[in-house]
């Protein structure tokens, strides 16, 4: 089967760091993405890990652990338009997509 | 360079109307998909297409018709409208590849009464 867990919502204040994790388990692995989703907007790809180690790029970084089927994306210097839904998503051999839920991340002043 | 354009971004329909919502895309991207997102169940998989000619069923395609005449369009047709259709669809493309993501349309939300 294939099974993509992340929290439903988290709040953290502007200026701090938070770390979101994503589980999975499916039935290939091609990479792992982040996609960042404002309300009422359609989701943009943040960054893609397909090996396993820390990938950062500016605020951003992602990492991934194949072996433990885990994946966290580490947001640095919060900002209020960070405010978002986060998408996980595993590509799998077919190209296809698998995507988890979504963190819903509030940002407070 | 447009990206993945999708019409009509809102849309009402009856219960048993059809409709088809239009995705075309300028990237020449071979893989397209359709999704739908709805409250607490992220995206599922519609259907999708590896190139022209090429389709097939993802996780929810039951209601749903696609087809693949051209590289740049993937139109997705509801066969009888029902309100479990009820929700935000979103076109995507990818060039293919290891590190292909998606590039997604700005989506429509369709309203099923």
């Known amino acids: 089967g294939q099974n993509i867990d992340q929290p439903t919502e988290m709040t953290a204040t502007e200026g701090a760091i938070v770390q979101i994790n994503c589980t999975y388990q499916?039935?290939?692995?091609?990479?792992l993405f982040w996609y960042q989703q404002h309300a009422g907007e359609a989701p943009t790809f943040l960054s893609y890990n397909v090996l396993d180690g820390l990938e950062e790029k500016g605020r951003f970084s992602s990492f991934l652990s194949r072996s433990k089927g885990y994946s966290y994306l580490l947001l640095k210097e919060l900002q209020m338009k960070d405010s978002a839904s986060y998408l996980c998503?595993?590509?799998?051999?077919?190209?296809?997509?698998?995507f988890g839920p979504g963190t819903r991340l509030s940002v407070l002043p | 360079n447009a990206g993945v354009t999708q019409t009509p971004k809102f849309q009402v329909l009856k219960t048993g109307q059809s409709m088809t919502l239009q995705c075309a895309q300028d990237?020449?991207?071979?893989?397209m998909s359709w999704y739908r997102q709805d409250p607490g169940m992220g995206l599922r998989l519609i259907h999708y297409s590896v190139g022209a000619g090429i389709t097939d069923q993802g996780e929810v395609p039951n209601g749903y018709n696609v087809s693949r005449s051209t590289t740049e369009d993937f139109p997705l047709r509801l066969l009888s409208a029902a309100p479990s259709q009820t929700s935000v669809y979103f076109c995507a493309s990818s060039p293919g590849g290891g590190s292909g993501g998606y590039t997604f349309g700005s989506g429509t939300r369709l309203t099923v009464v």
């Open positions: 998503a595993v590509k799998n051999y077919g190209q296809n997509f698998v």
């Open positions: 990237m020449n991207h071979e893989y």
């Open positions: 499916t039935s290939g692995f091609n990479g």
